[in-house]
């Protein structure tokens, strides 16, 4: 079995989706399609690179990962298909692969746009048939040539100390308005006192059962990173906080 995972922008009102797994069943009658996400905001790279992080390795070996968020359709940026870490992936050279490239061996080769394909629906007439092309055995090497640059790659501000305090920002912000930072466990003891834009939340809390409904609270979350919210609320709207956002955590 064949498991190929689709993560997009397309939003689910209009046939976009549906034509994309078209393609993909029409090419692959045998995979199984995974739909990680189409509601990423439009053109949010960032935003997608971040999901494709969280998801990608919970897939066994061999799956392939098609991902379509691409504000630059039809530009010059490459399209690209991938092998990393025992995984393909497919889908535009804008730095959405970000996650994957980690210490890791990078195999990739440069997609050529068909004859006839739509030049600003590359998910359809492009990806898709890479990576039903690769669900039924194919090379990744038959794809097209091998890709002679360095796959772009999102430039992020690391965590760094600074002044008694460990320093990231938000890399995302989730449906429910949590502010999910890049600032991992090991660098958040559980004595720290978390800073968002200055404004003091505290120390860390275990569950949002720690606090009172309406309140802040800063704990690290399923993926293993300091995240922030509000208690049934929206930390994001409370806190006019997006991504970039700078967060400290205080180790004093």
Same mark, same amino acid.
């Given at each position: 079995?064949?498991?190929?995972?689709?993560?997009?922008?397309?939003? !689910?009102?209009?046939?976009?989706? @549906? +034509? *994309?797994?078209? &393609?993909? #069943?029409?090419?692959?009658? $045998? /995979?199984?399609? =995974?739909?990680?996400?189409?509601?990423?905001?439009?053109?949010?790279?960032?935003?997608?690179?971040?999901?494709?992080?969280?998801?990608?390795?919970?897939?066994?070996?061999?799956?392939?990962?098609?991902?379509?968020?691409?504000?630059?359709?039809?530009?010059?940026?490459?399209?690209?298909?991938?092998?990393?870490?025992?995984?393909?992936?497919?889908?535009?050279?804008?730095?959405?692969? !970000?996650?994957?490239?980690?210490? @890791? +061996? *990078?195999?990739? &080769?440069? #997609?050529?746009?068909?004859? $006839? /394909?739509?030049? =600003?629906?590359?998910?359809?007439?492009?990806?898709?048939?890479?990576?039903?092309?690769?669900?039924?055995?194919?090379?990744?090497?038959?794809?097209?040539?091998?890709?002679?640059?360095?796959?772009?790659?999102?430039?992020?501000?690391?965590?760094?100390?600074?002044?008694?305090?460990?320093?990231?920002?938000?890399?995302?912000?989730?449906?429910?308005?949590?502010?999910?930072?890049?600032? !991992?466990?090991?660098?958040?003891?559980?004595?720290?006192?978390?800073?968002?834009?200055?404004?003091?939340? $505290?120390?860390?809390?275990?569950?949002?059962?720690?606090?009172?409904?309406?309140?802040?609270?800063?704990?690290?979350?399923?993926?293993?990173?300091?995240?922030?919210?509000?208690?049934?609320?929206?930390?994001?709207?409370?806190?006019?906080?997006?991504?970039?956002?700078?967060?400290?955590?205080?180790?004093?």
């Amino acid at each position: 079995m064949t498991f190929i995972t689709l993560l997009t922008d397309f939003g !689910t009102a209009d046939s976009y989706v @549906a +034509e *994309v797994k078209g &393609v993909l #069943l029409s090419g692959a009658p $045998g /995979a199984t399609l =995974i739909d990680v996400t189409h509601e990423t905001a439009p053109g949010d790279i960032r935003s997608a690179a971040y999901i494709l992080g969280r998801t990608w390795h919970r897939f066994p070996r061999g799956t392939i990962h098609l991902v379509v968020v691409d504000p630059g359709v039809g530009s010059a940026r490459a399209a690209l298909a991938l092998s990393v870490h025992g995984h393909r992936f497919v889908g535009p050279d804008n730095g959405v692969f !970000t996650p994957v490239f980690h210490d @890791a +061996e *990078v195999e990739a &080769v440069s #997609l050529e746009v068909p004859a $006839g /394909a739509s030049r =600003i629906f590359h998910g359809r007439d492009l990806f898709a048939p890479a990576a039903a092309a690769l669900a039924t055995g194919a090379a990744l090497t038959t794809l097209g040539q091998k890709f002679a640059g360095i796959p772009q790659r999102l430039a992020y501000t690391l965590p760094h100390r600074e002044d008694g305090a460990v320093v990231g920002e938000v890399v995302y912000v989730d449906r429910f308005g949590s502010l999910i930072t890049n600032l !991992t466990a090991d660098l958040v003891p559980s004595h720290a006192k978390v800073e968002i834009d200055e404004l003091e939340i $505290g120390p860390l809390k275990q569950t949002y059962n720690d606090v009172a409904t309406g309140s802040l609270l800063a704990y690290v979350g399923s993926g293993g990173v300091l995240e922030i919210a509000v208690r049934d609320g929206s930390a994001a709207r409370r806190l006019g906080v997006g991504m970039g956002g700078r967060v400290r955590a205080r180790l004093d």
